[in-house]
């Protein structure tokens, strides 16, 4: 069962001012020169996916400049008919998600609906930046299928903020029965959170390291390690044994908000000791692997957005992609690039529906479904 994109309209989003899409259902290419927002247009789907930017934290700083507000609305096809899809962020007041009309009480009530990876450039940020960067990664993966999980994660992160207040207050003197409630919470929640991640990884792993075989021509071994406090004790315990540098450090220095992902080339760090090229190669592996695992568990393939990958990856890289394309692997796609007739080069003889929509500096100028590309 999957689910696809029909229709797409923005409003004062980033620098799109007004835009509106009617999407295929197997391959869109958003094609223009850099700065017309393209990507832009990708993290909008991404926002409808799952209530969020893929690239901003702030809902307010995707307001077009000068304006105090953006509205997102979507169409997404199901096997049980059209779902009306809605998102607006006004300055001074909460962002208002709706599905067919109705607003939803949780957000999270609506992740995992309609799953969505995302392969862009800035991914090299998952290599590079610190190990937040990768629980956010991390999280937000197992949460679009798994709502229990999303769930413990959301009551950790709430009893850590609250544990973490008493810490720095420090506006009398300060027990561990003073912080036992949250403390009770840290380790119901957090032992939840530990088991699947640990059990999620498990999984991924394999998957990230069989894509990355694919790709590369080379000899090298990868891997994908779970770093976590709890994997030597547990929660309970890590409190008890970090509760005096709590004190000093005024926050909580031991659990799984500590986690980290490693990666690892031919047993050392990716980071450190790989290549940009293969730096690359594993980013695309572990996103390729997202998407299997996404598929399995949720029983949906998900949206597959590609953000101006064939101009940052050579032709042993391409070629992978474009395979699993060809055999049927994905569902809808979204390309994006700066480049027609590099994509027409990809794309042709694939055998799948292809529209192109081409963008400048003014906005969408032509979207060309009688130029589809249809191939035997």
């Not at 004062?12 to 958003?30: I, M």
């Not at 790709?215 to 770093?227: D, F, K, M």
């Not at 474009?322 to 994006?336: A, E, H, K």
């Amino acid at each position: 069962m999957n689910v696809r994109l029909s229709r797409l309209s923005l409003s004062q989003f980033r620098n799109h001012r007004e835009a509106r899409l009617e999407l295929g259902g197997e391959v869109n290419c958003l094609v223009g020169p850099n700065g017309t927002g393209k990507t832009n247009l990708l993290d909008a789907i991404h926002y409808l996916s799952l209530c969020k930017s893929y690239f901003e934290a702030q809902d307010l700083h995707n307001i077009l400049h000068g304006e105090e507000w953006f509205m997102l609305k979507g169409t997404m096809e199901t096997p049980d008919g059209p779902d009306e899809l809605s998102c607006a962020v006004r300055t001074g007041q909460r962002k208002v998600f709706k599905r067919n009309h109705k607003e939803y009480e949780r957000l999270a009530d609506h992740v995992g609906r309609y799953p969505a990876v995302m392969i862009t450039p800035y991914d090299g940020q998952l290599v590079l930046e610190g190990s937040e960067v990768r629980r956010r990664f991390l999280d937000g993966l197992i949460a679009q299928f798994d709502r229990a999980y999303l769930d413990h994660l959301l009551r950790y992160n709430r009893a850590l903020a609250q544990r973490n207040l008493l810490l720095k207050q420090q506006q009398g003197p300060i027990t561990r029965s003073t912080v036992e409630p949250w403390d009770e919470q840290l380790i119901m929640h957090g032992e939840a959170v530990h088991a699947v991640r640990r059990q999620f990884i498990g999984a991924l792993a394999p998957l990230m390291e069989r894509h990355y075989q694919g790709i590369s021509s080379g000899p090298e071994e990868v891997a994908l390690e779970h770093r976590s406090g709890l994997l030597e004790a547990g929660m309970r315990q890590i409190l008890d044994l970090h509760w005096e540098r709590d004190l000093m450090a005024q926050h909580t220095t031991g659990g799984v908000h500590k986690d980290d992902l490693l990666f690892t080339i031919n047993g050392r760090p990716l980071r450190k000791f790989g290549s940009q090229g293969q730096q690359k190669t594993f980013l695309i592996a572990l996103k390729l692997a997202q998407f299997d695992l996404t598929a399995e568990r949720s029983g949906r393939k998900p949206m597959l957005l590609l953000d101006d990958i064939f101009d940052k990856i050579d032709p042993q890289r391409m070629r992978h992609l474009l395979q699993l394309m060809r055999d049927g692997r994905f569902g809808q796609v979204i390309i994006t690039d700066t480049d027609a007739d590099r994509l027409h080069k990809a794309l042709d003889g694939l055998g799948l529906d292809t529209r192109f929509f081409l963008l400048d500096h003014g906005g969408i100028t032509a979207n060309t479904p009688a130029q589809t590309v249809q191939n035997a």
